[in-house]
């Protein structure tokens, strides 16, 4: 069991979604930041979709009552065991009794904590992770509260010597304040006008105070729509549709005034057109950018997408190798 | 010797120095205050931070106003202490 | 590089990202059109394709969710062109169905509380969502507005924005098509089980929250249920599924408490019918084919 002694800003358990019911309504959830969490599970030595805490800007305080492996990745934090500093993107040991905290970050948004055999909550359709809009999965289907007390799952790793392994820098994520996020065109894009399908890759765009979640809320231009005689059933502003499926990572712009990025809690469909998608390798890296920071989409073929998302694969895979190697 | 800390924003966000409108604020400038007082709230997404002072001592000043929007790490208020 | 791929029924074909096929069947909200994704998108459910992990479908559109470490989605556009190729032979238009009641309490007190409370965000301030809805539609009165509403079936036509929730077109010959604008500006509030009314759309909300559509009453039975899972709760915690048809039949106070307190208890038994729905007998007799549906139910 781990205690809640302050649940930080908006920490909620996740794990690597839930699959099957997008067709019925229900987004798929899961860590935002997969990447970070996948490797944060790997380095305790957990199954894949083992369930893992994820915080937003502000952590936890933890109390643990029994010995286990922590590894916490992600956005860039202050973290302590019973006040004295631990290193992220490492294994750590922990013992009953002993008390995990965040502190500040100064990059990033999100951390993810991986404990050994993973958080124990009830999965609910196939997964663990929290889904607040429905008040689905996780703890109550909520973010964590004070006195929360989590179940750990009974750790299946044999090898005890995990501690000695830190993480490579090359294998670690470095949030910064502008990144290039690279997207598919595709789906209503071609309901863009030319100028507006230029200025979308052009013009740099501003990740606003309004990014959660559910939605990632970019500023910057102003974008057109082709003029067209609106299809019925469609709504009478440009940017609508006869209500369509939204793809998680696809960007959206109401009225062209500000561009949305959907995120993994979000809606599965409305009557915005859809204009691209971020490919999923970056929607990790855009999951750890907050206000005021900047983005530049560079459009990409969905073969160079397919592309880095098996180099992501490789480069977790040959983490699970390094450890093999060291321990 | 006095020492100033200084207290920043946890994340971008919106500064508040009441619970709740019309309430009292949380903290006055040159109040004397203990570790873990609730000093401004943060708001991002409508979710709360209570902004809690890690020293005791007294408030020097607040360095952002009352609904301002601050950036994370901007210098939020300054306390002085004893050491 | 192309983005778009063309079928040979004219559907239309992108990516959505690594993980995501949208294929767009229409452009105009269009009966024929939504059963034909209904077809579709049950022939890809049919075909069982490894690495497809959802299956979407919308109103005139559908999407594929699949998991590109198993199955690289650039293979699927074969298939889905084989299956759209064998579909536009398929003149025959129909689907299985459902037939489902749906009790519904017009001019309910908490619906009216919330309307009442939100008046400055819609286009008649000084009238009610349902006398506003008559008025616009050519009724003298809110009575006959709700008959014509609640007297021919619904089918829906887009299950998803959040679950539970299905967008429900009416199935009456296109001059009796009912129709409303929602709200100038979206309600941050809506009872839970509320009957809305939007574009030429109806849906019950599944759970309490915002929204947009015009507010005529409220269901006494739940589309959404997670603490209890009675009835047809027992295998999914959504009710609605794409080219469900609904009656949605009008009851007083004292059937609505009634069947709150079976609902509590878990007792309430909705009335569910298995049907077949055929466009070209709905076309030929948009008035008299809808009757005959409703004699599945039990």
């Given at each position: 069991m781990i205690t809640v002694i302050q649940p930080g800003l908006?920490t909620t358990v996740?794990?690597?979604?839930?699959?099957?019911?997008?067709?019925?309504?229900?987004?798929?959830?899961?860590?935002?930041?997969?990447?970070?969490?996948?490797?944060?599970?790997?380095?305790v030595?957990?199954?894949?979709?083992?369930a893992v805490l994820e915080t937003?800007?502000v952590g936890p305080t933890l109390e643990f009552e029994r010995n286990g492996r922590i590894a916490v990745?992600?956005?860039?934090a202050d973290i302590t065991i019973d006040g004295v500093s631990i290193?992220?993107?490492?294994?750590v040991e922990i013992k009953k009794g002993q008390v995990l905290a965040f502190g500040?970050?100064?990059?990033?948004?999100?951390n993810y904590l991986a404990i050994s055999g993973g958080i124990g909550v009830?999965?609910?359709?196939?997964?663990?992770?929290?889904?607040?809009?429905?008040?689905?999965?996780g703890v109550?289907?909520?973010a964590l509260l004070p006195g929360d007390r989590l179940e750990v799952l009974?750790d299946?790793?044999?090898?005890?010597?995990?501690?000695?392994?830190?993480?490579?820098?090359?294998?670690?994520?470095?949030?910064?304040?502008?990144?290039?996020?690279?997207?598919?065109?595709?789906?209503?894009?071609?309901?863009?006008?030319?100028?507006?399908?230029?200025?979308?890759?052009?013009?740099?765009?501003?990740?606003?105070?309004?990014?959660?979640?559910?939605?990632?809320?970019?500023?910057?231009?102003?974008?057109?729509?082709?003029?067209?005689?609106?299809?019925?059933?469609?709504?009478?502003?440009?940017?609508?549709?006869?209500?369509?499926?939204?793809?998680?990572?696809?960007?959206?712009?109401?009225?062209?005034?500000?561009?949305?990025?959907?995120?993994?809690?979000?809606?599965?469909?409305?009557?915005?057109?859809?204009?691209?998608?971020?490919?999923?390798?970056?929607?990790?890296?855009?999951?750890?950018?907050?206000?005021?920071?900047?983005?530049?989409?560079?459009?990409?073929?969905?073969?160079?997408?397919?592309?880095?998302?098996?180099?992501?694969?490789?480069?977790?895979?040959?983490?699970?190798?390094?450890?093999?190697?060291?321990? | 010797?006095?020492?100033?800390?200084?207290?920043?924003?946890?994340?971008?966000?919106?500064?508040?120095?009441?619970?709740?409108?019309?309430?009292?604020?949380?903290?006055?400038?040159?109040?004397?205050?203990?570790?873990g007082?609730?000093?401004?709230?943060?708001?991002?997404?409508?979710?709360?931070?209570?902004?809690q002072?890690?020293?005791?001592?007294?408030?020097?000043?607040?360095?952002?106003?009352?609904?301002?929007?601050?950036?994370?790490?901007?210098?939020?208020?300054?306390?002085?202490?004893?050491? | 590089?192309?983005?778009?791929?063309?079928?040979?029924?004219?559907?239309?074909?992108?990516?959505?990202?690594?993980?995501?096929?949208?294929?767009?069947?229409?452009?105009?909200?269009?009966?024929?059109?939504?059963?034909?994704?209904?077809?579709?998108?049950?022939?890809?459910?049919?075909?069982?394709?490894?690495?497809?992990?959802?299956?979407?479908?919308?109103?005139?559109?559908?999407?594929?969710?699949?998991?590109?470490?198993?199955?690289?989605?650039?293979?699927?556009?074969?298939?889905?062109?084989?299956?759209?190729?064998?579909?536009?032979?398929?003149?025959?238009?129909?689907?299985?169905?459902?037939?489902?009641?749906?009790?519904?309490?017009?001019?309910?007190?908490?619906?009216?509380?919330?309307?009442?409370?939100?008046?400055?965000?819609?286009?008649?301030?000084?009238?009610?969502?349902?006398?506003?809805?008559?008025?616009?539609?050519?009724?003298?009165?809110?009575?006959?507005?709700?008959?014509?509403?609640?007297?021919?079936?619904?089918?829906?036509?887009?299950?998803?924005?959040?679950?539970?929730?299905?967008?429900?077109?009416?199935?009456?010959?296109?001059?009796?098509?009912?129709?409303?604008?929602?709200?100038?500006?979206?309600?941050?509030?809506?009872?839970?089980?509320?009957?809305?009314?939007?574009?030429?759309?109806?849906?019950?909300?599944?759970?309490?929250?915002?929204?947009?559509?015009?507010?005529?009453?409220?269901?006494?039975?739940?589309?959404?249920?997670?603490?209890?899972?009675?009835?047809?709760?027992?295998?999914?915690?959504?009710?609605?599924?794409?080219?469900?048809?609904?009656?949605?039949?009008?009851?007083?106070?004292?059937?609505?408490?009634?069947?709150?307190?079976?609902?509590?208890?878990?007792?309430?038994?909705?009335?569910?019918?298995?049907?077949?729905?055929?466009?070209?007998?709905?076309?030929?007799?948009?008035?008299?084919?809808?009757?005959?549906?409703?004699?599945?139910?039990?």
């Open positions: 908006y996740q794990d690597r979604g839930r699959f099957g019911f997008y067709g019925v309504g229900f987004p798929p959830s899961g860590s935002m930041d997969l990447y970070s969490s996948a490797v944060a599970n790997i380095l030595g957990n199954p894949a979709n083992a937003t800007f990745t992600g956005a860039t290193q992220p993107w490492t294994i500040g970050i100064s990059a990033g948004v999100r009830q999965p609910v359709m196939g997964s663990r992770s929290t889904y607040v809009a429905s008040n689905l999965g109550e289907g909520r009974a299946s790793e044999s090898r005890t010597n995990r501690n000695r392994f830190e993480i490579p820098e090359y294998l670690r994520v470095s949030p910064m304040p502008h990144h290039v996020i690279r997207i598919v065109p595709g789906l209503c894009n071609y309901l863009l006008d030319p100028q507006s399908q230029q200025l979308l890759t052009a013009e740099t765009f501003t990740v606003s105070t309004e990014a959660n979640r559910t939605g990632y809320r970019l500023t910057g231009h102003q974008l057109s729509f082709i003029e067209r005689e609106q299809p019925f059933g469609a709504g009478s502003d440009p940017s609508n549709v006869v209500n369509l499926g939204y793809p998680v990572g696809s960007l959206q712009a109401p009225s062209g005034t500000e561009l949305i990025c959907l995120m993994r809690d979000a809606v599965t469909g409305g009557g915005y057109a859809t204009l691209a998608t971020v490919i999923s390798v970056d929607l990790d890296i855009l999951a750890q950018m907050k206000f005021p920071e900047t983005v530049l989409f560079e459009t990409i073929s969905m073969e160079a997408a397919l592309q880095l998302r098996a180099e992501r694969g490789k480069r977790l895979q040959s983490l699970v190798e390094l450890i093999d190697a060291v321990t | 010797m006095p020492e100033i800390h200084e207290i920043a924003a946890p994340f971008p966000g919106v500064f508040y120095r009441r619970a709740a409108p019309g309430s009292a604020p949380l903290a006055e400038p040159e109040q004397v205050i203990a570790v007082h609730v000093i401004a709230l943060v708001e991002v997404m409508k979710m709360f931070h209570e902004v002072s890690a020293v005791a001592g007294r408030i020097t000043e607040f360095c952002a106003e009352d609904g301002d929007a601050v950036a994370m790490g901007q210098i939020i208020a300054k306390i002085e202490s004893q050491s | 590089m192309n983005t778009y791929t063309e079928f040979v029924d004219g559907a239309q074909a992108s990516f959505g990202g690594d993980e995501f096929i949208f294929v767009e069947v229409a452009t105009d909200m269009d009966l024929e059109a939504t059963l034909r994704v209904i077809a579709l998108t049950d022939s890809v459910a049919a075909a069982e394709i490894s690495g497809v992990t959802d299956i979407c479908p919308a109103h005139v559109s559908y999407m594929l969710r699949v998991d590109p470490d198993i199955r690289d989605p650039r293979d699927l556009l074969p298939i889905l062109a084989e299956i759209h190729k064998q579909k536009a032979k398929d003149s025959k238009l129909t689907i299985g169905s459902r037939i489902i009641e749906m009790p519904i309490l017009y001019q309910d007190p908490w619906s009216h509380e919330v309307l009442m409370r939100f008046r400055d965000r819609h286009q008649d301030p000084t009238s009610t969502d349902l006398d506003y809805c008559s008025r616009i539609n050519g009724f003298s009165s809110a009575p006959e507005f709700i008959h014509a509403h609640s007297s021919r079936l619904h089918i829906a036509t887009f299950v998803g924005f959040m679950p539970g929730n299905a967008e429900c077109y009416q199935l009456v010959p296109s001059e009796m098509q009912l129709q409303a604008p929602k709200y100038v500006r979206p309600r941050t509030d809506t009872p839970d089980r509320a009957l809305g009314f939007g574009g030429a759309f109806s849906t019950i909300y599944p759970v309490q929250g915002a929204g947009g559509f015009q507010l005529l009453g409220r269901c006494a039975a739940p589309v959404y249920e997670t603490k209890k899972p009675f009835g047809p709760f027992e295998h999914s915690t959504v009710l609605p599924k794409g080219g469900d048809i609904f009656q949605y039949r009008s009851i007083e106070m004292a059937e609505y408490e009634d069947i709150r307190s079976r609902v509590e208890a878990g007792t309430y038994q909705y009335r569910i019918g298995i049907l077949e729905f055929d466009l070209s007998q709905f076309r030929e007799d948009p008035t008299g084919y809808p009757l005959t549906l409703v004699e599945a139910l039990p």
